[in-house]
């Protein structure tokens, strides 16, 4: 017997069934991603369609029960800031995940909420003010390339 899916970090709204190769692979590797992070690919390549500023992947799985990772990129502008929002939420939506919260909108950051996935937009400025990869220095920083 197959235990239920618990994962109560996954948005309500969810993709319809997905077959294999549908599944994101990380580009550089052609490996399917871990489950808890095929909604990444999609973010990633939103990310850059709207040419996302050094974007890093944070795999949190293995430190916390709460997140599985941050996905978090540079913004170079407000209007930028604001068009790599929309595309995250537009991209995410086309595959049935709708944002559990966003925090915005600010000039400076941008935090979108897809549970177990967390999206940082930054301006330079905050990033390295706040400094999330060094408050996050545990965490294996995966190479997903943009498909």
């Known amino acids: 017997m197959t235990p239920p899916d618990d994962d109560a970090r996954t948005p309500d709204a969810q993709a319809p069934d997905a077959s294999p190769s549908d599944a994101p692979t990380g580009a550089s590797t052609g490996a399917p991603l871990p489950e808890h992070l095929a909604e990444v690919q999609w973010i990633v390549d939103a990310l850059d369609d709207k040419r996302a500023q050094d ?78 990869e060094g408050l996050w220095a545990d965490a294996e920083v995966l190479d997903v390339e943009p498909t």
């Open 55 to 132: 974007v890093r992947v944070l795999d949190l799985a293995p430190l916390t029960a709460s997140l599985d990772c941050f996905v978090i990129a540079s913004a170079e502008s407000q209007p930028q800031m604001t068009a790599l929002e929309d595309a995250v939420k537009e991209r995410m939506k086309a595959h049935g995940r709708l944002p559990r919260n966003v925090e915005a909108p600010s000039s400076r950051w941008v935090l979108m909420d897809y549970g177990g996935v967390v999206v940082h937009l930054m301006s330079p400025e905050a990033r390295e003010f706040y400094d999330l």
